[in-house]
């Protein structure tokens, strides 16, 4: 049974950190199989998903209802706090790498294919001159066009600031205890997430049909959708969060000084904002 310690709230045995395991490890060998092209391999991803799924809702569930309780002491508060500060970090690390892998295709293996370093150029791809955008040597006869900043990327952006707008006028809206103007502004930002989500599937079938660019368009094609992927996937999963959050301001879950479900989602939302004003400078204008 959950018991309090010192005036800090010990939770009771769980079993779905085990259940996250199993779903989890379903799910990622489902897709490695699914890679080889296995035939098991469609349905133990799926089966892995539809249990990583459950292990979510259910956990989370359980952290709702003991926050709802009032089993938080201040203390674990400070302790989620740090925790949620820990998890962006890491995310700030995930994305790092990716531009990283970007910056070294652009400023060093780019130049030093193309004659910048001669022993590189000469010995790999003798006479062969790249400038970026490019699908690299091996592609250099694919016909494919990158992907402009306009018009579909800049309204994305214009869409990701505003959602950040609204998104800080509802936190202003709680602290002020004005549930009406809260709730309002919160379906506002559920439904920019959900749009932004929604152009973007619309920017990647224009990106296949019409610029015949595709994860397989060499180092270009690999370094866009790796990088614009994952943040769409992070959109995906920070929209979530701001549905389930907006539910629960719906039920009055949170005060204007007991609230921090809806800071922490408010803070991964700013987190996924910042990282596409990134990728929009970096990988659609420069």
């Not at 869409?159 to 919160?186: E, P, Q, V, W, Y």
């Not at 990106?207 to 943040?231: E, K």
Request: hydrophobic share 50%.
């Amino acid at each position: 049974m959950a018991q309090a310690q010192g005036g800090y709230y010990v939770p009771h045995q769980s079993y779905w950190p085990i259940i996250g395991t199993i779903g989890v490890t379903a799910l990622v060998v489902g897709i490695a199989m699914y890679l080889e092209g296995m035939a098991l391999g469609t349905w133990v991803m799926g089966g892995g998903g539809l249990i990583t799924a459950w292990f979510v809702f259910g956990w989370f569930s359980d952290v709702v209802s003991e926050g709802v309780r009032g089993l938080y002491s201040d203390q674990v508060d400070r302790s989620l706090r740090w925790g949620m500060i820990w998890f962006i970090f890491s995310e700030i690390m995930f994305f790092a790498a990716f531009f990283g892998a970007l910056f070294y295709a652009r400023m060093l293996s780019v130049p030093w294919l193309s004659g910048e370093d001669p022993a590189t150029s000469r010995l790999l791809w003798d006479s062969m001159a790249l400038n970026w955008p490019t699908a690299g040597p091996a592609n250099a006869a694919m016909e494919w066009r990158p992907m402009g900043p306009w018009p579909l990327p800049t309204i994305n952006t214009l869409i990701l600031l505003t959602s950040g707008m609204t998104l800080t006028i509802a936190h202003h809206a709680l602290k002020d205890d004005n549930r009406t103007k809260l709730i309002g502004f919160m379906w506002a930002t559920v439904l920019l997430g959900t749009l932004f989500v929604g152009l973007q599937a619309y920017e990647y079938y224009e990106a296949y049909v019409h610029l015949n660019l595709r994860m397989d368009t060499g180092i270009y094609g690999s370094t866009f959708f790796m990088l614009t992927g994952f943040h769409g996937m992070h959109v995906v999963i920070g929209t979530l969060m701001l549905l389930v959050i907006t539910l629960r301001c719906m039920k009055g879950h949170f005060d204007p000084k007991s609230h921090f479900g809806f800071e922490g989602a408010a803070w991964y939302w700013h987190f996924v904002d910042v990282v596409w004003l990134g990728l929009f400078i970096f990988v659609y204008i420069l």
